[in-house]
């Protein structure tokens, strides 16, 4: 009970000075005349230092995405936290009534500061709709959460992971050169008649090495990126940034076909990635797809 002391002062102390929502760790819906409702949430009210927290905010309306324009959405105000970063992603469904139902979900990643409590304050979000405009805002209530020190769990978990990295990495390291010697020793003439064509080969290890039936298809799909970045960069000298394939790959004397295609590719992955959304199954079909029919394509060129 005297260990518990200090932290109990201290959260009643915060309470009194910060205006936090009566659930902490969940803010209310907060809903507009005009049928938009917005809602905040955290992960957890409690959690470690040494633990990221996410905080979640969703506006959603019936009727289509452009139905609402969302005017301004400001970067939380924090205390004892920091904003490490934030994606956005739109979604339309359909409902049991025929109507359609719109959401639009961001999302902040926070980093915890020092021990104690921290603090999400309000915020206010403003929107418009219809000609001539008219506006509206609906503000979320703060949210309030305690950091505990890092356990000693935790400490050594990090440390030991470190060690694992390492151990790894070194492992790879000798086994590319274990392969590198191999090959190096092997006679010409087998190595000639053993080696596939590029796509060929790639495409190989795309069916050897990617199950379209997982059961993790976001893990997956990140295989399914470094398969193809690595067929970019032993067929064209390097896998560019996203901005810059376009212009790499023509000037590596790529075809019009696997330009357009490796752009939409990465295009995909760049969306994807930004708005944070698990990977359903119709959309890793797709990504496979464009990685197969550019290494089918390949192969006919």
């Not at 470690?48 to 506006?59: E, G, H, N, R, S």
């Not at 509206?136 to 060690?163: E, F, K, N």
Request: net charge negative.
């Amino acid at each position: 009970m005297p260990n518990r002391l200090p932290k109990l002062l201290l959260v009643l102390f915060g309470a009194l000075l910060l205006p936090v929502p009566e659930h902490a760790a969940d803010a209310p819906v907060q809903a507009g005349n005009d049928g938009i409702v917005v809602r905040g949430w955290v992960e957890d009210s409690t959690l470690t230092q040494d633990k990221p927290l996410l905080y979640t905010v969703v506006l959603s309306w019936p009727g289509p995405l452009n139905r609402f324009q969302v005017l301004r959405i400001p970067e939380p105000e924090l205390v004892n936290l920091e904003l490490t970063g934030s994606g956005s992603s739109n979604r339309l469904e359909e409902q049991p009534d025929g109507g359609l139902q719109s959401f639009k979900t961001l999302t902040f990643q926070l980093r915890p500061v020092h021990t104690g409590q921290a603090l999400i304050r309000e915020i206010t979000i403003s929107y418009s709709e219809g000609e001539p405009a008219r506006s509206g805002s609906l503000t979320l209530p703060a949210v309030a959460v305690w950091i505990d020190p890092p356990s000693l769990t935790s400490r050594m978990s990090s440390s030991t992971t470190y060690v694992i990295l390492l151990a790894i990495f070194g492992l790879t390291l000798l086994y590319f050169a274990i392969q590198y010697l191999r090959k190096r020793r092997s006679k010409p003439g087998e190595t000639a008649q053993e080696t596939l064509p590029l796509p060929e080969a790639f495409r190989k290890r795309l069916y050897q090495e990617i199950d379209p039936k997982s059961g993790n298809l976001n893990d997956a799909a990140q295989k399914l990126k470094a398969l193809f970045l690595t067929f970019l960069a032993e067929r064209y000298g390097a896998a560019p940034a996203p901005g810059e394939l376009r212009e790499k790959l023509a000037e590596a004397g790529a075809d019009d076909k696997t330009i357009c295609d490796s752009v939409k590719l990465m295009e995909k992955y760049e969306l994807m990635e930004f708005g944070g959304a698990r990977v359903d199954p119709a959309t890793f079909q797709e990504l496979y797809g464009i990685v197969e029919g550019i290494f089918l394509h390949q192969k006919l060129t």
